[in-house]
């Protein structure tokens, strides 16, 4: 059974940083692609950032471009979300999310398979 687990979540002035983990076990992610999504209160969840695990293929909405950085340990069976410089607009609950990944140019598209229960991000203005 697949298991995604999000944390480092919290409170966090404007400007300040944030890492987000996402620890991954249940089978072996070699091929799968991980995704981080949001949802603030009232919104549709939107899709923020994406990581193929083999070969480390990055993707980012506009918005977090230049501040957020995904990654991922291998070793660790972890997917991490840096979050720097953010923003009041960035307060929404996290969530880490896989699929196996697909080829094309939109390869971190949804639809993703398996997701967590999430993290909440609050930034204070």
């Known amino acids: 059974q697949v298991q995604l687990v999000e944390s480092g979540g919290g409170l966090v002035q404007a400007g300040g940083s944030l890492r987000l983990s996402c620890a991954a076990s249940?089978?072996?992610?070699?091929?799968?692609?991980m995704g981080w999504f949001r949802q603030a209160p009232g919104k549709e969840r939107e899709f923020v950032a994406a990581i193929s695990w083999n070969l480390g293929r990055t993707y980012y909405i506009d918005s977090v471009k230049g501040r957020f950085t995904i990654s991922r340990d291998n070793a660790k069976n972890t997917v991490y979300l840096q979050m720097n410089s953010v923003k009041p607009e960035d307060t929404s609950l996290y969530f880490c999310?896989?699929?196996?990944?697909?080829?094309?140019?939109?390869?971190?598209?949804?639809?993703?398979?398996?997701w967590g229960q999430g993290t909440q991000v609050t930034v204070s203005s």
């Open positions: 999310a896989s699929k196996r990944c697909t080829g094309g140019n939109t390869w971190y598209a949804r639809p993703y398979d398996d």
């Open positions: 249940g089978r072996s992610f070699s091929g799968y692609c």
